[in-house]
C-alpha cells in the first residue's frame, strides 16, 4: 500500500478546520502541515490533528515534503498561493472563489491552463451523494433531454457583517455555488438573469449588497435554470435541486438527520428540523472532493473542478452582478 499524501493545509479557519478533518479521515491523506498567518490557530490545529504549524504560508512551499497543497485562507490570497503552487510543481486544491476581481484570475489563467500540475477548485456541492446521483442519472437518460434545473439555496441565517462586507456580494460569495452546480447540468450559458432584493437585513442593504436573489440562466440548448437564494431561512438549510427533462423529473428534497415521521392528533408526517449548518449538510461532500481530486493527482478521470471552472462560475457571478444592478439580460459568449 502507498504512504498517504502529505497535506500542507493554508488557513486554519472554520474551513480549513472542514478540510483538515477530510484529510484525516481520507486513508490516502495525513494532515502533515498547516500555516496561518495568525500563529496560534495553525498551532491549535496542528496539536489537534498532530502535524507541523507556521505562520508563513511559504514554509509550506519551501519545505520539500508537501504532496498536496489545500488553499483555505481569505480569498485575495487565493491567486498567489496557487501560482506559487504551479512554480513549486504541487498539486493544489483551493477554495472558491478565486478571487473576487476578474483581471487577478485572467492574468493567472494562461499559467493555469498549461500547467502539468492538477489544480482543483472547491466546489464540493458536486460531490454531495444526493446531487451527485441526480447528476448521473439525467447523464444516463433516465428523464431524456434535460430542459429545466431549478436550484433553491437558502443559509439558515446570515453571516457576521464583518464577513459579508469583504465577501464580494450574495452572487460571488453564495450564488456562485449554485453557478457552478448549473454549469456541471449545463456546462455551455448564454445568458443572465437576476435581481437582487432586500427583503429583511437593513445591515446588508447598508453594504450595497442583496439578502436574497433569482437568477434566470439561458443554456446553448435553451435549457432553463432557475436559481432562489436567500441569506435566511426560519426552518434550516434550505438546499433543494429539481432536474426536469422530456421523459420525467429528479428531485433532491431537504434532508433530515433521520427519515422519521411522527403521528399525533395534532399533526401527521411531522419531522425532525432540517440540518441547520453547512458542515452537517455537506461534510460528505468535502471527503468526496478530497477524493476527486486524488483521482486527478494520479491521472484517473476526474470530476474535479477545475481553474476554468472556477473563472466561469466568477463570470456568471459578475454577469448577475450586472444584470441585478442594471436590470437588463447579460449576454454570454461561449
Same mark, same amino acid.
Do not use: W
Given at each position: 500500500?502507498?504512504?498517504?499524501?502529505?497535506?500542507?493545509?493554508?488557513?486554519?479557519?472554520?474551513?480549513?478546520?472542514?478540510?483538515?478533518?477530510?484529510?484525516?479521515?481520507?486513508?490516502?491523506?495525513?494532515?502533515?502541515?498547516?500555516?496561518?498567518?495568525?500563529?496560534?490557530?495553525?498551532?491549535?490545529?496542528?496539536?489537534?490533528?498532530?502535524?507541523?504549524?507556521?505562520?508563513?504560508?511559504?514554509?509550506?512551499?519551501?519545505?520539500?515534503?508537501?504532496?498536496?497543497? &489545500? $488553499?483555505? *485562507?481569505?480569498?485575495?490570497?487565493?491567486?498567489?498561493?496557487?501560482?506559487? +503552487?504551479?512554480?513549486? !510543481? @504541487?498539486?493544489?486544491?483551493?477554495?472558491?472563489?478565486?478571487?473576487?476581481?476578474?483581471?487577478?484570475?485572467?492574468?493567472?489563467?494562461?499559467?493555469?491552463?498549461?500547467?502539468?500540475?492538477?489544480?482543483?477548485?472547491?466546489?464540493?456541492?458536486?460531490?454531495?451523494?444526493?446531487?451527485?446521483?441526480?447528476?448521473?442519472?439525467?447523464?444516463?437518460?433516465?428523464?431524456?433531454?434535460?430542459?429545466?434545473? &431549478? $436550484?433553491? *439555496?437558502?443559509?439558515?441565517?446570515?453571516?457576521?457583517?464583518?464577513?459579508? +462586507?469583504?465577501?464580494? !456580494? @450574495?452572487?460571488?460569495?453564495?450564488?456562485?455555488?449554485?453557478?457552478?452546480?448549473?454549469?456541471?447540468?449545463?456546462?455551455?450559458?448564454?445568458?443572465?438573469?437576476?435581481?437582487?432584493?432586500?427583503?429583511?437585513?437593513?445591515?446588508?442593504?447598508?453594504?450595497?449588497?442583496?439578502?436574497?436573489?433569482?437568477?434566470?440562466?439561458?443554456?446553448?440548448?435553451?435549457?432553463?435554470?432557475?436559481?432562489?437564494?436567500?441569506?435566511?431561512?426560519?426552518?434550516?438549510?434550505?438546499?433543494?435541486?429539481?432536474?426536469?427533462?422530456?421523459?420525467?423529473?429528479?428531485?433532491?428534497?431537504?434532508?433530515?438527520?433521520?427519515?422519521?415521521?411522527?403521528?399525533?392528533?395534532?399533526?401527521?408526517?411531522?419531522?425532525?428540523?432540517?440540518?441547520?449548518?453547512?458542515?452537517?449538510?455537506?461534510?460528505?461532500?468535502?471527503?468526496?472532493?478530497?477524493?476527486?481530486?486524488?483521482?486527478?493527482?494520479?491521472?484517473?478521470?476526474?470530476?474535479?473542478?477545475?481553474?476554468?471552472?472556477?473563472?466561469?462560475?466568477?463570470?456568471?457571478?459578475?454577469?448577475?452582478?450586472?444584470?441585478?444592478?442594471?436590470?437588463?439580460?447579460?449576454?454570454?459568449?461561449?
Amino acid at each position: 500500500m502507498a504512504a498517504p499524501l502529505r497535506v500542507g493545509l493554508i488557513g486554519s479557519g472554520r474551513i480549513g478546520q472542514v478540510h483538515a478533518t477530510s484529510v484525516q479521515n481520507h486513508p490516502a491523506t495525513v494532515l502533515h502541515r498547516v500555516a496561518d498567518v495568525f500563529h496560534e490557530s495553525a498551532k491549535e490545529t496542528a496539536e489537534r490533528f498532530g502535524c507541523e504549524a507556521s505562520a508563513n504560508p511559504d514554509d509550506l512551499f519551501n519545505a520539500g515534503d508537501i504532496d498536496l497543497i &489545500i $488553499i483555505a *485562507s481569505p480569498t485575495s490570497t487565493h491567486v498567489d498561493l496557487i501560482e506559487k +503552487a504551479i512554480d513549486a !510543481g @504541487i498539486p493544489v486544491l483551493c477554495e472558491k472563489p478565486i478571487d473576487l476581481d476578474i483581471t487577478n484570475v485572467n492574468q493567472l489563467r494562461e499559467k493555469a491552463n498549461h500547467t502539468d500540475v492538477p489544480i482543483g477548485l472547491g466546489f464540493n456541492r458536486r460531490f454531495d451523494p444526493h446531487f451527485a446521483s441526480v447528476k448521473a442519472r439525467v447523464d444516463a437518460g433516465d428523464i431524456g433531454t434535460l430542459e429545466q434545473l &431549478i $436550484i433553491t *439555496s437558502r443559509d439558515p441565517a446570515p453571516a457576521s457583517t464583518e464577513y459579508l +462586507a469583504v465577501s464580494g !456580494g @450574495i452572487f460571488r460569495d453564495m450564488t456562485i455555488h449554485d453557478f457552478d452546480m448549473a454549469r456541471y447540468f449545463v456546462p455551455k450559458i448564454v445568458s443572465v438573469t437576476a435581481q437582487g432584493f432586500n427583503q429583511f437585513s437593513e445591515e446588508i442593504k447598508e453594504l450595497g449588497d442583496y439578502d436574497s436573489a433569482a437568477v434566470m440562466l439561458r443554456g446553448s440548448n435553451d435549457e432553463l435554470i432557475l436559481i432562489s437564494n436567500s441569506r435566511h431561512a426560519a426552518h434550516g438549510f434550505d438546499q433543494r435541486l429539481e432536474a426536469f427533462g422530456a421523459a420525467g423529473m429528479l428531485r433532491v428534497e431537504n434532508v433530515t438527520d433521520t427519515n422519521v415521521f411522527h403521528y399525533t392528533a395534532h399533526q401527521v408526517e411531522a419531522k425532525e428540523p432540517y440540518q441547520n449548518f453547512f458542515l452537517q449538510r455537506y461534510m460528505a461532500s468535502y471527503l468526496n472532493e478530497l477524493d476527486e481530486f486524488l483521482k486527478k493527482i494520479k491521472g484517473e478521470k476526474s470530476h474535479s473542478p477545475t481553474f476554468e471552472d472556477g473563472r466561469m462560475a466568477l463570470m456568471l457571478a459578475n454577469a448577475a452582478t450586472a444584470s441585478a444592478a442594471s436590470g437588463t439580460t447579460i449576454s454570454l459568449a461561449v
